[in-house]
């Protein structure tokens, strides 16, 4: 057994008792209660297993790309500067948010962000009929594969797009790709303003075209989730700067509509805690809050001021450091907070924050907390893309310091590593590791599907899944 070997098998056994704990200070087992009965609501009426403790340590990769517990393997489905299977051009830069679709004759479709910005390195091939903005590097590309993971096809789905980082999918199948930016036309070289959404169609990328859906809202974008009953859209904002992003809701005038629904309008509000303006402050698992409100946005287009610094009347907004990954489950949105630093300006510090919104009761509740740790090689902070798992619990894709992981939460609230990746961008002196993002499974529940940002890798993972 190698050195390295024999380091990596050490350092997982080692995670039940040193890995980030849940809530620092008040103990895993009080977040595991908590967040037991979060899981439990999300899957209620499921055929989901109850939680486990994971699938065992990580093998380390001989190929040096993905280490992986005992039993599952790896295929890699595309990568940055290989040629794009329509002939368009190379597959871009920067792989990002992702989502899986079900395609015809048993087959699966992916949706990929590329978060290109004016300096990305490969940019998305402009496309007639599918380019925004001729100046923009970003947009998102459309994978084709059988029911055993072979690349049938390949091709853009939207360009000239900017800093295309998360989105969501809707309830008609289509993915709603979101732009991390507030960048204008004229800044960057670009010659229209950014920071909206778009819809792609994966299926026919024509049909949706690249179409800015601006009642949305123009600001730094992370990802949406829609609620299936009522069609609200809820979005988060990863804001760089204080006072740092809002929690949004768009209430489109024609709701669930189907694709192009989105484009007739709608109203966006933006979340209040009452007492709360800063929610980094919350350092409870399973605190709640009654009575949130929703406060119409003054100036949805950030013409002259971007929204979260405009005024809101004298009670405020509620604000927060890194809002992230955003999905449904059961009767509530759940989103991310993946760190709050009080050296950057928030009111406290935090290592990630999962969140649970109840519309039908306006109660906002800290679902899960993750406290600081003594070893960034181990995994449990900064948790960003998130998606449910076939196996009853959460995937997280990390995007901290050290080295970087797919990480799985129990039904039981338990914290297990699922990948690591091997891709050194550093030096051997100074390593460092591309972060995961778009963790996604597909319609089966057999195949975890992952990207690696940089270099830009898309993996598809099979194994005994619960």
């Not at 055929?47 to 040096?64: K, N, Q, T």
């Not at 799985?408 to 690591?420: D, I, N, P, S």
């Amino acid at each position: 057994m190698s050195s390295e070997t024999s380091r990596l098998t050490a350092e997982t056994s080692r995670l039940s008792a040193t890995r980030r704990q849940v809530l620092a200070g008040s103990g895993a087992a009080v977040a595991s209660i908590a967040f037991t009965g979060a899981l439990f609501e999300l899957f209620a009426g499921t055929a989901a297993a109850r939680g486990h403790s994971g699938y065992g340590p990580l093998v380390p990769d001989p190929d040096g790309l993905l280490d992986l517990p005992k039993g599952f393997r790896y295929r890699v489905l595309s990568r940055e500067g290989d040629p794009l299977r329509s002939g368009e051009g190379q597959v871009p830069s920067n792989h990002d948010g992702m989502a899986a679709f079900t395609g015809r004759h048993g087959h699966v479709r992916l949706v990929r962000n590329h978060e290109n910005r004016a300096t990305g390195r490969i940019p998305v091939p402009t496309v007639e009929g599918l380019t925004y903005d001729p100046m923009g590097k970003g947009g998102c590309t459309a994978l084709e594969l059988d029911g055993r993971n072979n690349v049938l096809g390949e091709r853009v789905a939207i360009a000239g797009t900017a800093v295309n980082c998360a989105g969501g999918r809707t309830p008609w199948n289509t993915w709603l790709t979101c732009e991390e930016t507030e960048d204008k036309a004229g800044t960057n070289g670009y010659t229209k303003d950014h920071g909206f959404i778009f819809e792609v169609d994966g299926a026919d990328p024509h049909r949706t075209g690249a179409v800015p859906l601006t009642a949305m809202g123009r600001f730094q974008h992370e990802a949406i989730a829609i609620d299936p009953k009522s069609g609200i859209v809820y979005e988060t904002e990863d804001a760089f700067d204080k006072p740092f992003g809002l929690f949004y809701r768009f209430l489109p005038r024609k709701p669930l509509g189907g694709t192009g629904s989105l484009r007739a309008g709608g109203h966006l509000e933006a979340m209040r805690v009452p007492g709360v303006p800063d929610l980094s402050v919350v350092q409870e698992t399973g605190a709640s809050f009654e009575g949130v409100e929703w406060v119409p946005v003054p100036d949805p287009q950030a013409a002259g001021t971007p929204i979260r610094f405009q005024d809101f009347g004298p009670k405020g907004i509620t604000h927060a450091q890194k809002l992230e990954g955003c999905y449904w489950g059961g009767s509530a949105v759940y989103f991310v907070s993946s760190f709050a630093r009080s050296s950057q300006g928030s009111a406290a510090d935090h290592y990630g924050q999962v969140w649970k919104y109840e519309p039908k009761r306006r109660r906002l509740t800290l679902v899960i907390a993750f406290g600081p740790g003594t070893d960034v090689q181990l995994p449990g902070e900064s948790p960003d893309n998130i998606c449910l798992a076939s196996d009853g619990g959460l995937m997280v894709c990390e995007d901290g310091d050290g080295a970087q992981h797919v990480f799985g939460l129990t039904r039981g609230g338990e914290v297990y590593t699922m990948a690591r990746g091997r891709q050194n961008i550093g030096t051997p002196e100074e390593p460092a590791w591309g972060e995961f993002a778009g963790v996604t499974f597909a319609p089966d529940g057999g195949t975890m599907f992952v990207n690696c940002y940089t270099p830009g890798t898309t993996f598809a993972v099979t194994g005994p899944w619960r």
